[in-house]
């Protein structure tokens, strides 16, 4: 361990600094701030009172961290990345008390990218370049552009996740889920095409609530979340969704564009769909009647659940 080093040129007020942190040439922290262990604050940062940086982040130049603005550990913020604290601002007004800007762990915030105030940005999320953050970005999202929108998902690594069509894949099992692609019985004629499926004997378990999904524009995101008890079979009837599953440690998408296949997702599955064609009908098939409850909808909250389950099996 060693202290924290400050440029001769930089100037740290907050006694409040983590060992093995970085703070460069001038760059200004406040007396208020809190920074964490082995931070690198990059030349031309301000910091200011009412700010919280975990440890291992990288602050970039030609960053301001205003009052409210939270920085959770291994978080990376790009060269120019602009924050912002007040949703009206005027010269000499001051609100009672500043929203607080939350970026989860492990989160990167391309460079130039503008953060609205408010905003919390999901844990492992990718922002990229110049985007235009106006609302909450979901956990492991890749958004773009202005304003920014969702156009893709990071599995665990990182890494942008592919969508294998279900209509052509010849595994049925998700590598190392509990989840699974089921085949569903069709058939085709001069007459047309019929799809069925016996409750009792085809789906995983027997559907004690149907429900459907559509006209859902291409930005939006459904579902981010899980249920502790209740079971799920989606179906993509018309059109094309994406779907992700993930049980906590390994996570997968899916392209649901055929009725010829359903995706199982049991109890304690994270589900995400997005990226819905215009077209998309979506069938969702559920073990048990609605229990508000039931749900677990923040991810923070899910991994949790998953580890306590571990714990008491």
Same mark, same amino acid.
């Given at each position: %361990?060693?202290?924290?080093f400050?440029?001769p040129q930089g ?6 600094v ?6 460069w040439a @001038?760059?200004?922290v406040l007396?208020?701030? &809190?920074?964490g ?6 030349d ?7 700010v919280?940086?975990g ?6 130049s030609?960053?301001q961290l ?5 920085l959770?550990?291994d978080? +990376?913020?790009g060269p120019n &990345?602009? @924050?912002?604290?007040?949703r !009206?601002p005027?010269?000499?007004?001051y609100p009672?008390? +500043?929203?607080?800007t939350i970026?989860?762990?492990r989160?990167?915030?391309?460079g130039?990218?503008v953060i ?6 999901g844990?492992n999320? %990718? ?10 970005v979901?956990? @492991?999202a890749?958004v773009?552009?202005?304003p920014a ?5 990071a599995?665990?690594t990182g890494?942008r996740?592919?969508a294998p ?6 595994e049925s /099992?998700?590598?190392a889920l509990?989840?699974?692609? /089921?085949?569903?019985r069709k058939?085709t004629?001069m ?5 069925v499926?016996?409750f ?5 378990f027997t559907?004690q609530?149907f429900?459907t999904? !559509?006209d859902v ?6 579902g981010e979340h899980?249920h502790?008890q209740?079971e799920? @079979?989606? /179906?993509?009837l018309?059109?094309s969704?994406?779907?992700?599953v993930?049980?906590?440690?390994t996570?997968e998408e899916? #392209? #649901?564009?055929s009725?010829? !296949?359903?995706l199982? %997702?049991?109890? %304690? ?13 979506l069938a969702?098939f559920a073990?048990l ?8 909808r923040t991810y923070?909250?899910?991994?949790d659940?998953? /580890?306590?389950? !571990?714990v008491?099996?």
């Open positions: %361990m060693t202290s924290p400050v440029h100037i740290c007020d907050s006694e409040s983590g060992d093995d942190t970085t703070i @001038f760059s200004h007396a208020g701030a &809190v920074i262990r082995n931070v690198n604050i990059n031309h940062v301000f910091v200011e009172n009412d919280i940086v440890d291992r982040v990288t602050v970039k030609g960053v205003w009052d409210g603005i939270e959770h550990d978080v +990376f913020v &990345v602009t @924050f912002t604290n007040d !009206f005027r010269s000499k007004q009672d008390e +500043f929203p607080r970026v989860e762990k989160a990167s915030i391309g130039g990218a609205l105030p408010g905003i919390r940005i844990q999320a %990718m922002i990229g370049a110049g985007a235009i953050v106006t609302r909450d979901p956990p @492991f890749i773009v552009g202005n929108r969702i156009t893709g998902y599995d665990s890494k996740m592919g069509s279900a209509a052509v894949a010849t /099992v998700v590598p509990r989840s699974s692609l /089921v085949p569903l058939a004629d007459r047309g095409s019929l799809v499926a016996e009792t004997d085809d789906l995983p559907p609530r429900f999904v !559509f524009p291409s930005r939006d995101v459904r899980a502790r209740c799920q @079979f989606l /179906v993509c018309k059109g969704v994406k779907a992700i993930d049980d906590g440690l996570r899916f #392209l #649901l564009d009725p010829s !296949f359903g199982y %997702m049991p109890a %304690m599955t994270w589900g995400t769909q997005y990226a819905y064609s215009p077209d998309a009908v969702v073990s009647p609605y229990d508000g409850t039931d749900y677990i923070s909250e899910f991994q659940a998953v /580890v306590l389950a !571990f008491q099996n």
